[in-house]
């Protein structure tokens, strides 16, 4: 039953997509289009949790569409369930939002179809339970999603950011297909049943957790896979950025934990290893890249390569723990990766909201634009600063609570087997410890460059309060975010059954502990307790305010800025973004970027005025892609003369070609 | 009844830490200007100070939002309790399980955020640099920190600090490298943390290379008395943690019969005081440090603490 209504789900929001075609024509076909999406998203979540906590058994459908003898196959069980409520909390979200931030929308026609659609496409990759339905749903969503990030194909780089997104899309979707032609084997059972009871081990378990890597990881945004990531959702407008972020990368870790927990068979060791490491480079690169940003939305998308790599952290220690058959340990780190799936979809959205609030209200997505919003956004200003807070890990909000999952989960590892992974584990330790200090100073200069300080601009000084709805959205999601870390042990629960599928066992029941503490363990290990905490910092900081109101004095006086007496007018000699990360630029950018530092200073008498440039480089690209492309254009230059043979020279290829293809068979058989 | 018991202990190592704290700072500064063959102000010294800074009008700038003025109040709050929940005199207290050594260091870094954030909030470059340094130290000091945390939960199999401390009374360790390896990356923390030289100067003003002095700049009266109230309790809370990690002998583990009790309170005055007079043993013998040679200060507590952490994975007889 809740598969069927998952599909209605679905069904209903391609009927929707095509409908704002028609829609999108009328001023406030959004409205309609907008509201429909939310009203489906949120029947969506309501079926997923019903199923998550109902703990109904799996319920599967085949209907006769797709290839003919297969069929396609839709399956709901725990796993799908809870992607599915991180997938359509978000699409509920993001709908509502744009009901407030539409009217703002210049072009609703390149976007209005174009949003249902992505949202069937993110449901219809959860519930597809045979390889061709699976790869279907998650090239519509691809190439949906790459229709939205050139909605404003305009806008500078958009389009480059569209053919970028684009080249590694089909790369990770060709990955994919030949991990499932893999996975099928020779006698092609496409179906996940079939290839659950045919559990795959060995070296072909080990190459397809490759291409898994390579094919989920693209989409994630897994480093060296995530150049396209920063550029393309940015370019998205604000609240399908939300979705891109918070939600699509989901969906790829959505298919990571299908084929490799579910899926596959037993792993060979070393796997993991692979795992973690590149997990760990992910986390601490993804953090240093966002702190060079100065483009709110594209920090907030590099931070989330940060958080991607968090969660690969915890899912490759469950894959070390579960190689080694510690299945508790393997609950832990499993439950850890999927409560910051949970957490960075609700303070990835959040924040990507609060950035589209602040690019409707200003019209600037630069940094070094803003300034003082926190007077002119008051309440913008407030839930920005519960989304930066919780993503930063600081309790008692829900980052964190899974990072501290995590770091329990890597405290139990010197229970594995001597080898590579226990030098590897402490490493990711440390990496993980590094990148949690360094989104705290992220988040730092986001809000206080963004918000803080005076307006660095006119649209800054003049920008007014966004509309009651986003506001809304805004606050339910810093509520969400308040309510996880203070209550962690439901949400552990309600993981319970997802764990418990994958790792064949679960944490202990959090729930009926003592004050509502969590004990990922046992209590004489760790525990943890969001709301005495909560409840302790809002005792003592009401009463120190009680005392000093009581006992000293209130007087208060309004005064110029002292500044140590050196007071200057201009808002320019604020601490701006680059100049907030220059101490961590310097430290790390010698070995982690190539940054170009070059001063211009002017001649004595010459009057113009001094210049600074710095340029901050990706590695990944000169490192990874451009030898890469400097290959394929090489090559593509001595393939070219191809082209121009005689006929009787074509013929004597295709003549050889099929010599050569009929030795490789012979040699085959 | 014996709930109300537990209530009283916990209270009062709330309220003892609250209490003692400016009596630290006071003797640092006493013990500092003694070294400097000068005669120093009197013990109680930070105690007036407060008072008077209680008493004083605050002066806000024109365009000082709600985050100004909430943030010392916040600061002082989280430091307060963070404070408050390490182990002083007794272990096991009532609220001692609600956060490990993790959840502590994390919310020493919600202070910090709320602290780097009000620096930034009126818009003046000294508030911005502050905030910015600040949050360099902390991105090489936090992970230092973390992965000490981890030496010892390493090393006892356990992240709860009351249960690290109790089992480093009961079952000796004996001397291990890597807890002599984490002793050194925390000592370097702690004097990063509360900047101290050589990394910052508490005493400083006015100077280029100011760091928390920066961020609190603008800050006067109460708000500025709630800020250094925090800090000095952040101090005792290092002073805390170092003893309740390394030296934790004297803590009342068992039942708290009233001996116990007493004798863990006066053993754990006993050693924040001699720490509070090492401290500034240290200061007056090293020069204040450039800026961009934070990161090897650090980066030495973090390799410290990173191999300590290592040889544990290799084998737990480190």
Known sequence: MPTIVGLCCVVAFIVVAVAAIALGRFGSGFRIVYAASAALSLIGLINALGQLLGGEAASSLILPVGLPWLGAHFRLDALSAFFLIVTNLGGTASSVYALGSGPHEASPLRVLPFFPAYLAGMNLVMLADDAFTFLVAWEFMSLVSWALVVAHHRAGGNTRAGYIYLIMASFGTLCLLLAFGLLAGPQGGYDFAAIRASHPAGATAALVLMLVLLGAGSKAGVVPLHVWLPLAHPAAPSHVSALMSGVMTKVAVYGFIRIVFDLLGELPSWSSLVVLAIAGATTVLGVLYALMQHDLKRLLAYHTVENIGIIYIGLGLALAFRANGFHAAAALGLTA?????????????????????????????????????????????????????????????????????????????????????????????????????????CFVKAFGVSFLGRPRSAQAEHASEVDQISLFVMFVFAGLCLLAGTLPGFVIDLLAPVVQALAQERLPEQAGLPWLSIVPIAASRSSYNGIIILAFLICSGTLTALFIHRFATRATRRSAIWDCGYPDRSATTQYTSSSFAMPIRRVFGATVFRVRERVEMPQPGDRRAARFYVRVFDPAWFIVYGPLTRLIDSTAGRLNQLQFLTIRRYLTLTFVALIVLLLVVAAWR | MALIYELIAQGVQMFLVLGIAPLMVGVTRKVKARLLRRRGPGLLQPYRDLWKLLHKEAVLAYNASWLYRVAPYLVFAVTWVTAALVPTYATGLLFSWSADLIAIVALLATARFALALAGMDVGTAF????????????????????????????????????????????????????????????????????????????????????????????????????????????????????????????????????????????????????????????????????????PIFLGGAFAAAALAVFLLFVSRGF
Not at chain 1, 411 to 422: F, R, V, W
């Open chain 1, 337 to 441: 990766a999927l409560f910051h799936v949970l957490n960075h979809a609700l303070f990835k959205s959040l924040l990507f909201f609060g950035a589209g609030a602040v690019l409707t209200a200003t019209g600037q997505r630069d940094m070094e634009h803003l300034g003082g919003l926190i007077h002119r956004m008051p309440q913008t200003a407030v839930a920005f600063l519960i989304g930066c807070a919780a993503i930063s890990a600081l309790p008692p909000l829900n980052g964190f609570v899974s990072e501290w999952l995590t770091f329990q989960a890597i405290l139990i590892s010197p229970q594995l087997p001597q080898g590579p992974i226990k030098l590897m584990i402490p490493a990711v330790g440390a990496l993980l410890a590094l990148s949690a200090a360094l989104a705290a100073a």
């Open chain 2, 127 to 294: 508030g911005g640099i502050g905030a910015s340094r600040e949050m360099l130290i902390a991105s090489l000091a936090e992970p230092a920190m973390l992965l000490v945390a981890f030496t010892v939960a390493l090393l006892i199999g356990t992240t709860q600090l009351s249960a690290i401390a109790s089992h480093m009374i009961d079952t000796p360790v004996g001397l291990r490298v890597s807890l002599g390896l984490a002793l050194f990356a925390f000592v370097f923390v702690g004097i990063a943390e509360n900047a101290r030289i050589p990394i910052d100067n508490p005493a400083t003003h006015l100077e280029l290379t100011m760091v928390h002095e920066a961020m609190v700049l603008e800050y006067s009266g109460r708000h500025l008395a709630m800020i250094e109230a925090a800090a000095a309790l952040k101090l005792v809370l290092y002073f805390s943690l170092l003893t309740c990690l390394f030296f934790p002998f004297g803590m009342a583990t068992g039942d708290k019969t009233f001996g116990a009790l007493a004798l863990g309170l006066v053993s754990y005055l006993v050693k924040i005081t001699v720490l509070a007079a090492l401290l500034p043993v240290g200061e007056t013998t090293v020069a204040k440090m450039r800026v961009f040679r934070y």
